[in-house]
């Protein structure tokens, strides 16, 4: 077992927890970071990335992480593999235990930069195609498919605007909607309905996908288990999935506050949390844009947050 101790410990290695790398490394905090169970975050599933400023040709999302952390660890950010297993944040400092106690880290602050993992349905086949036809971000993979048929799974509000933002790119929109509603406001449920590149396939549920060495189409089933079920294929070269997000929050406790769907509530404009010495940034803490942007811009406010408040601690 090693100890170790920083003046800002960094849980969570994608754009916000490196961002606020960069900025605690140049501010001389000696901070550390623990990279978790998916280094580089969600973005390490994104085959190309070209809305990310200072790209211009794009790039894959695995290879931009690890420009993220070169650029961290030029500065001196230390990196440590494995997931915080249990952190006591009821005083300063604050203690964690790196997989199960390997490592101990003592930290003045903490900054919480563990993300939000997107809910999947569970199939085998959407592994196989992820990055391949299979996504949970419409905003950040559409653009591929210009032009092309996509599917939306869901059918709230956050389903019918990825829906209407696909419809502006895609030959073709279906919505695969379990029940025989969609749950998503009035005014959503209006403009899906009207637009006609979008058909809405109601009591529907998908069985598979298929596909060669990408995404050819999907099994579906319509008013399953009753006299009336029907099974079928649409042909579809995008699979997005719009269902909801559950942010990493598990490891820290009731102490934490928290929304009604699990995100971490911050002290607007700040990062802080409801714990001083604590703050938020990235998916984690924002149900509202969840791009890698915004993420690192979050990133970057979370570790001038930590920054000021050691100097009016100090």
Known sequence: MSELATKCLIIGSGPAGYTAGIYTSRANLNPIMVDGSQPGGQLITTTEVENFPGYPEGIAGPAMMEDFKAQAMRFGLMTISGEVTEIDLSKRPFVAKVNGGGHVITADTVIIATGAAARYLGLPDEQKYLGMGVSACATCDGFFFRNRPVAVVGGGDTA??????????????????????????????????????????????????????????????????????????????????????????????????????????????????????????????????????SAAGMGCRAALDAERFLMLQE
């Open 160 to 293: 019918c605007e990825e829906a209407l933002y696909l419809a502006g790119l895609a030959s073709k929109v279906y919505m695969i909607v379990r029940k025989d509603y969609l749950r998503a406001s009035k005014y959503m449920q209006s403009r899906v309905m009207e637009n006609e590149k979008i058909e809405v396939l109601f009591n529907t549920e998908t069985l598979s996908l298929f596909g060669d060495d990408v995404l050819a189409g999907a099994h579906l089933v319509s008013r399953r288990g009753t006299e009336n079920e029907d099974e079928f294929d649409i042909a579809v070269e995008g699979f997005f999935l719009a269902i909801g997000h559950s942010p990493n929050t598990a490891v820290f406790g009731p102490a934490l506050e928290l929304d009604e769907m699990g995100y971490i509530k911050t002290k607007s404009p700040s990062t802080a949390t409801n714990l001083e010495g604590v703050f938020a940034a990235g998916d984690v803490a924002d149900p509202f844009y969840q791009q890698a942007v």
